[in-house]
């Protein structure tokens, strides 16, 4: 089993930056891809960003490339998201997830692909 918290979410204005954490606990030697999603009021949860940590790859949606950045901290057992330039139609809660399959690059994306889930994290981007 893996456990994660996320935390870090709050008030932001647009042009903002701010940085989401996910704590990982339990098996974590068995995350071997890790992903943010995002769900806003009256919208389905979608894909922000996701990793597989054997590869070093990253994946990010069109609409955050170049704007928001994947990592983690081995030492720390927390996987970040940073955030930059945001946008208000970026205010959303935002979740982390884990799964331990080996994802091949075109299941990053993909919700049903991910075993466990943090409970979110709201963030607000707004003046």
């Known amino acids: 089993q893996v456990q994660l918290v996320e935390s870090g979410g709050g008030l932001v204005q647009p042009g903002g930056s701010l940085r989401l954490s996910c704590a990982v606990s339990g098996r974590t030697n068995s995350a071997y891809a890790m992903a943010w999603f995002r769900q806003a009021p009256g919208k389905e949860r979608e894909f922000v960003t996701g990793a597989r940590w054997s590869g070093g790859n990253r994946y990010y949606a069109d609409s955050v490339k170049g704007r928001f950045t994947i990592s983690r901290d081995n030492t720390k057992n927390t996987v970040y998201l940073q955030m930059i330039n945001m946008k208000p139609e970026e205010s959303a809660v935002y979740h982390c997830?884990?799964?331990?399959?080996?994802?091949?690059?075109?299941?990053?994306?993909?919700?049903?692909?991910?075993?466990?889930w943090g409970q979110g994290t709201q963030v607000t981007v707004s003046s």
């Open positions: 997830a884990a799964t331990a399959r080996n994802l091949i690059a075109s299941r990053v994306r993909m919700m049903d692909e991910y075993d466990y």
